[in-house]
């Protein structure tokens, strides 16, 4: 099995701007470490506005992804927005029974009901687990619903009251920063083995390096987060994973694509041998 680095550099369907910039520097960090192949998507530029350039982005991702994996090799997505997962967990043709387990410092649960800004990037969670977008969503072949109760949250500490709200309510499963990992996981062992691992590297605590323009004190380190990786991969076969969301303008010393390679590396180390 090999790993292939599925290059997403988009930022809410724009190429190259913003958050899209820093996927070629993860990909070279990453790649610097590791034997990967690599693949770039090309989004069909056929929508204007943002929301729909980004589900044209969605759908390229979900052409890539299923593209490595019928070829029996793991992808490893670098996208500039989470929304990218919409299109990994489609890819993998969205199998029955996974589950997913999401790095952020936020909550990514809004739905356009709930969002007091608008912005389709605090909503992909949310869209995963089949709320929100229900047109739009129904367009992205493979793309089924994942369940609520087979999600564990990590690190989340950035939430808007109502989303806040929604994810109280919900059967998501929340790890904080500072709380162990192992307990949610053994309870989304006895419901699922296969599962997703998405990394928001604002997860990170600014004292590692600022990811990007949402900065929020008080997140994990580099090393929390590779070793919940590890936790991960004790109990569950990894079928893909991203790593998103670096803008290196906020990242001036460039520590933070030091981190993303060691996150990077236990993603790897654990999807090529399950």
Same mark, same amino acid.
């Given at each position: 099995?090999?790993?292939?680095?599925?290059?997403?550099?988009?930022?809410?369907?724009?190429?190259?701007?913003?958050?899209?910039?820093?996927?070629?520097?993860?990909?070279? $960090?990453?790649?610097?470490?590791?034997?990967?192949?690599?693949?770039?998507?090309?989004?069909?530029?056929?929508? @204007?506005?943002?929301?729909?350039?980004?589900?044209?982005? /969605?759908? %390229?991702?979900?052409?890539?992804?299923?593209?490595?994996? %019928?070829?029996?090799?793991?992808?490893?997505?670098?996208?500039?927005?989470?929304?990218?997962?919409?299109?990994?967990?489609?890819? #993998?043709?969205?199998?029955?029974? #996974?589950?997913?387990?999401?790095?952020? *410092?936020?909550?990514?649960?809004?739905?356009?009901?709930?969002?007091?800004?608008?912005?389709?990037?605090?909503?992909?969670? $949310?869209?995963?687990?089949?709320?929100? @977008?229900?047109? #739009?969503?129904?367009?992205?072949?493979?793309?089924?619903?994942?369940?609520?109760?087979?999600?564990?949250?990590?690190?989340?500490?950035?939430?808007?009251?109502?989303?806040?709200?929604?994810?109280?309510?919900?059967?998501?499963?929340?790890?904080?920063?500072?709380?162990?990992?192992?307990?949610?996981?053994?309870? #989304?062992?006895?419901?699922?083995?296969?599962?997703?691992?998405? /990394?928001?590297?604002?997860?990170?605590?600014?004292?590692?390096?600022?990811?990007?323009?949402?900065?929020?004190?008080?997140?994990?380190?580099?090393?929390?987060?590779?070793?919940? /990786?590890?936790?991960?991969?004790?109990?569950?076969?990894?079928? *893909?994973?991203?790593?998103?969301?670096?803008?290196?303008?906020?990242?001036? *010393?460039?520590?933070?694509?030091?981190? $993303?390679?060691?996150?990077?590396?236990?993603?790897?180390? *654990?999807?090529?041998?399950?």
């Amino acid at each position: 099995m090999r790993t292939v680095l599925i290059e997403v550099p988009y930022e809410l369907g724009r190429r190259d701007v913003g958050l899209a910039t820093g996927v070629p520097v993860l990909a070279a $960090a990453i790649a610097g470490d590791l034997s990967v192949d690599t693949a770039v998507v090309e989004a069909s530029g056929e929508s @204007w506005n943002e929301v729909g350039a980004s589900m044209d982005v /969605v759908r %390229a991702v979900a052409a890539a992804v299923g593209d490595v994996v %019928a070829r029996g090799d793991f992808p490893l997505v670098l996208a500039g927005t989470c929304s990218s997962a919409l299109g990994t967990v489609a890819g #993998l043709g969205a199998p029955d029974g #996974l589950g997913v387990v999401w790095f952020d *410092a936020h909550g990514d649960f809004n739905t356009p009901e709930t969002s007091p800004t608008g912005f389709f990037d605090g909503m992909p969670l $949310a869209m995963l687990t089949g709320s929100g @977008w229900e047109a #739009l969503r129904a367009g992205v072949e493979g793309l089924r619903p994942s369940d609520e109760a087979n999600v564990v949250l990590v690190g989340a500490r950035d939430l808007d009251r109502a989303e806040e709200e929604r994810l109280d309510r919900s059967a998501v499963r929340r790890v904080g920063v500072g709380e162990p990992i192992e307990p949610a996981l053994d309870a #989304l062992a006895a419901r699922v083995h296969d599962v997703y691992v998405h /990394v928001d590297l604002d997860v990170l605590d600014p004292s590692e390096g600022q990811a990007n323009r949402y900065r929020s004190e008080g997140g994990m380190t580099g090393d929390d987060v590779a070793a919940a /990786v590890d936790e991960v991969a004790r109990r569950f076969t990894i079928r *893909a994973a991203a790593i998103t969301a670096y803008e290196p303008v906020y990242d001036p *010393a460039r520590t933070v694509p030091e981190a $993303a390679a060691r996150i990077a590396r236990r993603i790897v180390g *654990a999807g090529v041998t399950a």
